[in-house]
């Protein structure tokens, strides 16, 4: 023991720690994770999923020989739980599986990697939403939500490139010339650099490869933003060429909520209004919500039949096609009208009808005059910004994968993971179980 510590002690009787006691604990991981410990909901509501399509193909079989894979539910209930707990790396999933308790009860001695669990995140983007659909379906069946409601918001999300990495047309020419150069030069060597280089060869050949590719696609990306790069400046000069990014073709460089510009993508979320769970979800490379509102309207009402009474949004998703698209399907739409304040000070009545405006928008405009309209209105930031606050809690800040598809099925784990903790908050008494029960009962 240190004198120093001798000293600060002095009489004092402390607990000291005995690391060097040889002690025999006959316990299994299940004694050691507490009763009502959440990470048992989890696993309980993953063996409650349809997960036959992760079995399929698998190989080994009872008929045939080869080593066992990682069971699928396992990795699901890894990632659900990792993402509650506001965890989205893949290595430090890894790590937590081999000295963190629940990662390990959810293992239960079943050895994974960060590459396994990497994959499994982005692979099965379509599983994802099907189980979106189907646990919202329950829910509907049962009469438990009936999206009458729906509030429709957007938020923005760091992707996973660099500001630097955006170039202008010339810029990407250069790049893809240097990089096919390098790709030439890596296959020109066909010499066996022996053993113990091989895997780094490869390695190098691949990142190659793949440089290569992101830069192809990033031209492919900025011929269509010059398409409508001419369509916005219609012949005329505009401020700043527009510029693809060679990490991440399909990010866009986007105002953010605290003013500054970085590489971003535009996460939409469709919300039920009494339950106040997603109920629709989206990944797209545009910079504003303007013209997203029908195709998320479209989106809800395909996948579960229901035609809401009501839509509610902010001022950036009023676009005046989309506006009478939802009345014209009997779906009154809760949103301010553009520039209101601005003609209220100027004597003028923004709520009249524009001859050069459809019926369906001056129905629109009629109605945000009247004081009920405005008091349900009210209901919006609860309804369509709970679920992107809660998301951004959970570290849904920045996107980890590359491409709308993955960076898609990243979010939609935080949309199951948010609704499951609502299914599991929400109770029925005339059931007397959870929303959570009643899905997992089904």
């Known amino acids: 023991m240190p004198e120093t510590y001798r000293t600060q002690r002095g009489k004092a009787r402390t607990q000291r720690p005995e690391r060097n006691q040889v002690e025999m604990q006959l316990l299994s991981l299940d004694q050691l994770i507490d009763a009502e410990h959440r990470v048992r909901v989890i696993w309980q509501y993953v063996e409650s999923l349809d997960l036959s399509e992760l079995y399929r193909p698998i190989k080994a079989t009872v008929d045939n020989v080869g080593r066992n894979p990682v069971d699928p ?130 390695a190098q050949k691949r990142a190659a490869r793949e440089k290569l590719e992101r830069i192809e696609a990033a031209q492919l990306e900025m011929e269509d933003m010059q398409e409508k790069y001419k369509k916005r400046g219609g012949g005329k000069a505009q401020r700043s060429e527009p510029r693809a990014s060679t990490t991440d073709p399909e990010a866009r460089r986007t105002k953010m909520g605290d003013g500054g510009t970085r590489p971003a993508m535009n996460v939409q979320f469709a919300s039920d209004g009494d339950a106040k769970m997603i109920v629709g979800v989206d990944v797209t490379s545009q910079g504003s919500d303007n013209g997203l509102m029908k195709p998320m309207y479209d989106e809800v009402v395909d996948r579960y039949s229901v035609t809401p009474k009501e839509y509610l949004v902010d001022g950036g998703f009023t676009k005046n096609d989309d506006i009478t698209h939802l009345e014209q399907q009997g779906t009154a739409v809760l949103a ?45 930031s609860a309804i369509a910004e709970f679920p992107n606050a809660d998301c951004r809690n959970r570290n849904l800040t920045q996107f980890r994968v590359r491409g709308l598809i993955k960076a898609k099925a990243q979010t939609l784990w935080h949309v199951l993971a948010f609704n499951l903790l609502r299914m599991r908050n929400l109770y029925c008494p005339l059931r007397e179980k959870s929303y959570l029960e009643v899905v997992m009962g089904s």
């Open 73 to 202: 539910q396992i990795l699901f209930a890894l990632w659900l739980f990792a993402t509650i707990e506001g965890l989205s790396s893949a290595r430090k999933l890894d790590e937590l599986t081999k000295r963190d308790l629940p990662y390990m009860w959810i293992c239960g001695g079943v050895s994974v990697n960060y590459h396994l669990l990497s994959d499994f995140r982005v692979d099965h983007g379509d599983l994802l939403d099907r189980i979106l659909t189907d646990s919202i379906t329950v829910l509907l069946r049962n009469d438990l939500i009936t999206l009458e409601t729906i509030g429709q918001d957007g938020m923005r999300v760091r992707a996973s490139a660099g500001s630097g990495s955006f170039r202008t047309q010339d810029g990407l020419k250069k790049a893809h010339q240097v990089a096919k150069e390098h790709v030439d030069r890596l296959k020109e060597n066909d010499q066996d650099p022996g053993e113990n280089e091989r895997r780094r060869v490869a």
């Open 336 to 380: 301010p009208l553009y520039g209101e304040k601005k003609q209220l000070d100027a004597g003028k009545d923004p709520y009249a009808a524009r001859a050069s405006e459809s019926d369906e928008m001056a129905a629109h405009r009629a109605r945000m005059g009247t004081p009920e309209a405005k008091e349900r209105y009210q209901r919006r």
